[in-house]
């Protein structure tokens, strides 16, 4: 995400003055980091199945530090009276949020039809 993030940068550089877009990158990037150490650390132990609900819990927590800093765009790349701008900025933030929620929702979803269909058994 760091290299869209530099992308969407030099998008808004002409109406966001250089030292906001750098802090915002910033942002980004270190909201990043929490989300590579789980993904490493999870791949590097191979938990058991009992351990599940702490590695949800930091997966979560740490993807939500990176959801908070991608939509925090909104708040650092907004130009006040800048159609194009706020065009840019919904639809980014639309088109890449709106699917990760839409997943994580599928997969709620299916994990609960499956725990009905699993608990519907013939004796």
């Known amino acids: 995400m760091p290299v869209f993030a530099a992308v969407i940068c030099v998008m808004f550089s002409r109406w ?3 030292a906001q877009l750098e802090i915002w990158f910033a942002l980004l990037v270190l909201s ?3 989300l590579g150490f789980v ?10 199945p009992a351990a599940a609900k702490a590695w949800v819990w930091r997966a979560t927590v740490a993807y939500s530090v990176f959801a908070v800093g991608w939509a925090s765009m909104g708040y650092f790349l ?5 159609d194009l701008n706020h ?8 088109c890449t949020l709106a699917p990760e929620a839409l997943a994580e929702t599928r997969q709620i979803l299916l994990a609960q039809s499956g725990r009905r269909i699993a608990d519907f058994h013939v004796p």
């Open 16 to 18: 966001i003055v250089t």
């Open 32 to 34: 990043v980091i929490p």
């Open 39 to 48: 993904t490493h650390a999870f791949h590097r132990r191979a938990p058991e």
């Open 78 to 82: 907004w130009a006040p009276a800048g």
């Open 87 to 94: 065009l840019l900025i919904i639809m980014l933030l639309a």
